[in-house]
Nanobody, 127 residues
């Protein structure tokens, strides 16, 4: 059983940057997919970015949709966190952001394959 908890959400203005952090319980040496999702009212929870590590070594990162070129996902193994650094924020980025994790082998799958979730943190971007 893994536990995750987000922090760093808040209210910012268009063009600002913001970094979210997810603190997690130890993953061990297995392959792990860590991900950020976001959700707005009435919409499905969408994948934003993933990072895959094996034995604490970074293997790959992936970005989805409007996150490409603006967001960066990274892990800090010493602090047992992974973060999402967001730049050039827009009102459409307003959402509840969730971190999630799953044990995996080489590939980070879709949302339904993540059994471990944080409680979410609100990001609000005003025009």
């Amino acid at each position: 059983q893994l536990s995750l908890s987000e922090s760093g959400g808040g209210a910012v203005q268009t063009g600002d940057a913001l970094t979210l952090s997810c603190t997690h319980s130890p993953f061990g040496d297995r392959g792990v997919c860590m991900a950020w999702f976001r959700q707005t009212p009435g919409k499905d929870r969408e994948m934003v970015a993933t990072i895959y590590t094996e034995d604490r070594r970074l293997i790959n990162t992936e970005y989805y949709g409007s996150a490409k070129g603006r967001f960066t996902i990274a892990q800090d193994t010493r602090k047992k966190t992974f973060g999402l650094h967001m730049t050039s924020l827009e009102p459409d980025d307003t959402a509840i952001y969730y971190c999630a994790a799953t044990y995996s082998f080489h590939v980070c799958g879709p949302r339904d394959e993540y059994p471990y979730w944080g409680q979410g943190t609100q990001v609000t971007v005003s025009a």
